[in-house]
């Protein structure tokens, strides 16, 4: 989603906050715009890439020490240089950059036009940017007292930040739903929508509440709350990131370095946490709600996107392992239905990010309800992680590629330890059995490694069917979201359609579509299913249909009818998805490559969905 920087010290603000927007490419976005204050205010913004922005104010004035940058992703309005942000009120007294959704935005508008406002933009923060002018001008208060009275009356979302042409020695920040970190430097500081802009300067951060106001100057930040006037004691934490976990590192695309990292990244989700000299899973970060998972008598897990494909995985683990019985929500269906939720339910939201718009919402919806919620999420500080009564980080490492990998691998790890530790509380796992999970769970990063090593076939089979339109993904019990997530892979990074179904639903529907031009890909691994899955294949091949089967190694069955083989290393049909899903990636990455699409930014597409 939109990005935001700012900076406020000694140092010049313009290389900063170019750099910042840079960083914040992988938000995706279609346009970018950069204010600086130095005695007056001087506004460059620019529809396209940010390297069009940087050519476009070349020669240009970029002269002072306070600033503010945004990359934009169009909600209201189209992509144009006019909706571009920043915003300037129509007197010129303040510029705002703005993530989130003014949802009254239409009322205010209307309102102001009756007292002689008028628009250049079709956004809904060009309002926002008038109408605390005019509580500025028309109430005669402060800059902060404009900004606070102004969002009393903002029905919405928003991540703020503010400068005023009269006060030139501050940046007012606020958050509402949208998130807003502020960097701490030696008489100097850094803001921006996530870590990613700010670590190259300093790791030591304060995230925005919801309602939280910070006015800053260079040498001094008051935070404050919009409800009243008290000054709140700001929360300092120290971020856990290396600037070389946010940069290529020799790769082409970030997508691709991610793929290749889950080996590490899973072994850091399951470090400290999974001891195979005690045969220990231990979480601590669900210690105090231990009891009430094993007494649990129902879960639900909410999340969007990839986060829900590995909820669906999660749905097979805690009714095969724990015997509770599970029901996976689409977080942005969940929470504009009525669900029925009791206080001895439990809810799951997961999100890579923390900041998912939708997951959020469901979460307060749970949290009125009475019902605790447990988190699952990559990033330190993010909203779900302050929002939810407990939960587990995934400790993936920034995942900076729109087109999410290793998150999908690490959330699987963290919910297959989960159910892994509530069947063993409750007595329903035999210890032989456990112990085996725990060896192979413990085994999945070098085999995950042995996969990497197919990468060449891989890429192969991808320019095979690198000129395809369409695609159908196959797979029966556990393999069937792994079929899904295949699917948005492909779909979303090389714009081909591509639907996932469970193997046995093809003959209600799907089968029609077969025929020579349209590959299957089946993920036909050894499992319970495996003869059904097997018989799913020879359908496909009677029509014509080109298949692409996902196998355990030394598979001689299918390796005989598909097209095309790729194998992995057996493992505990439980664990299978961690496995499955990496060659998927890769042919979806290769064909995308091929296709000539921006692979980390795919069109029309966001990293974070921060609004609805």
């Known amino acids: 989603m939109c990005g935001i920087v700012g900076y406020i010290g000694n140092r010049e603000a313009y290389p900063v906050l170019l750099k910042g ?13 950069i204010a600086l204050l130095n005695g007056e205010i001087n506004l460059y913004k620019k529809q396209g890439k940010v390297s069009e922005l940087e050519a476009f104010i070349e020669g240009r004035n970029i002269e002072g020490n306070i600033g503010i940058g945004h990359t934009r992703w169009a909600t209201h309005g189209e992509p144009s240089d006019e909706n571009a942000h920043p915003h300037m009120s129509q007197n010129g007294l303040f510029t705002i950059i703005h993530n989130g959704i003014i949802e009254n935005y239409t009322y205010l508008k209307k309102s102001l036009i009756e007292q002689g ?9 060009e309002v926002l940017a008038n109408l605390i002018e005019y509580v500025y001008i028309s109430q005669e208060v402060s800059a902060e007292a404009a900004v ?11 991540g703020l930040v503010i400068m005023c042409s009269n006060e030139k020695d501050k940046l007012i920040a606020a958050r509402k739903s949208s998130p807003l970190v502020i960097g701490l430097g030696e008489n100097e500081y850094f803001l921006a929508s996530d870590a990613t802009p700010i670590i190259e300067y300093t790791d030591r951060v304060i995230y925005l509440d919801n309602d939280d106001i910070a006015i800053i100057k260079k040498d001094e930040l008051v935070l404050k709350t919009s409800r009243k006037d008290d000054s709140l004691e ?15 590192n020799g790769y082409e695309h970030f997508m691709l370095k991610e793929i290749f990292e889950q080996p590490r990244s899973i072994r850091d989700t399951f470090r400290g946490r999974l001891k195979l000299e005690t045969n220990e899973i231990k979480l601590g970060g669900l210690y105090d709600v231990y009891d009430r998972l094993l007494e649990a008598k129902r879960i639900i897990i909410v999340a969007c996107g990839t986060s829900w494909h590995a909820g669906l995985v999660g749905e097979y683990l805690f009714e095969d392992l724990a015997r509770v019985q599970v029901e996976v929500d689409y977080a942005s269906e969940f ?16 999100s890579q990010s923390g900041e998912t718009a939708d997951t959020l919402a469901a979460i307060q919806m749970a949290r009125d309800a009475g019902t605790m919620v447990l988190g699952i999420c990559n990033v330190v500080g993010s909203s779900i992680s302050r929002e939810t009564h407990a939960g587990v980080y995934t400790h ?19 919910l297959t330890m989960m159910a892994m530790m509530i069947a063993r509380g409750k007595g329903l796992i035999e210890e032989t059995r456990y112990k085996d999970l725990l060896r192979e769970l413990d085994a999945v990063p070098e085999k995950i490694e042995r996969i990497l090593e197919q990468d060449d076939k891989i890429i192969q089979i991808a320019d095979i069917f690198s000129n395809v339109s369409n695609a159908l ?18 779909k979303e990074i090389s714009y081909i359609h591509a639907e996932g179904y469970p193997a046995a639903e093809m003959k209600h529907g799907p089968i029609a579509l077969i025929d020579e031009n349209m590959p299957v ?24 249909g080109i298949v692409i089967a996902i196998v355990t190694e030394g598979d001689e069955t299918i390796k005989g009818m598909a097209d095309h083989v790729i194998e992995i290393p057996a493992t505990d049909p439980s664990l299978v998805s961690l496995l499955s899903s990496i060659p998927l990636q890769l042919i979806a990455y290769h064909i995308a490559v091929m296709r000539g699409c921006n692979v980390d930014q795919p069109r029309n597409l966001a990293k974070s969905v921060t609004v609805e």
């Open 21 to 33: 927007l840079k960083r914040l490419e992988y938000r995706g976005y279609d346009s970018a715009g």
């Open 117 to 125: 406002y008028s628009f250049k933009s079709m956004t809904d923060t």
């Open 148 to 158: 606070q009275l102004a969002l009393s009356k903002v029905i919405g979302a928003y």
């Open 234 to 248: 700001p929360r300092i934490q120290t971020l856990d990131l290396g600037i070389s976990e946010i940069e290529k």
């Open 335 to 350: 929470r504009y239905r009525n669900p029925v939720l009791e206080k001895e339910d439990i809810v799951i939201a997961i």
């Open 396 to 414: 993936a490492g920034p995942e900076i590629g729109v087109a999410s990998t290793k998150a999908f691998t690490a959330q699987v790890t963290v």
């Open 473 to 490: 993904y196959l797979g029966r019990g556990v393999s069937y979201p792994v079929a899904l997530e295949g699917a948005l892979k492909l």
């Open 521 to 544: 890909v089946v993920i036909a691994t050894r499992d319970n299913s495996y003869e059904k899955i097997v018989s799913n294949v020879q359908e496909v091949k009677a029509r014509n």
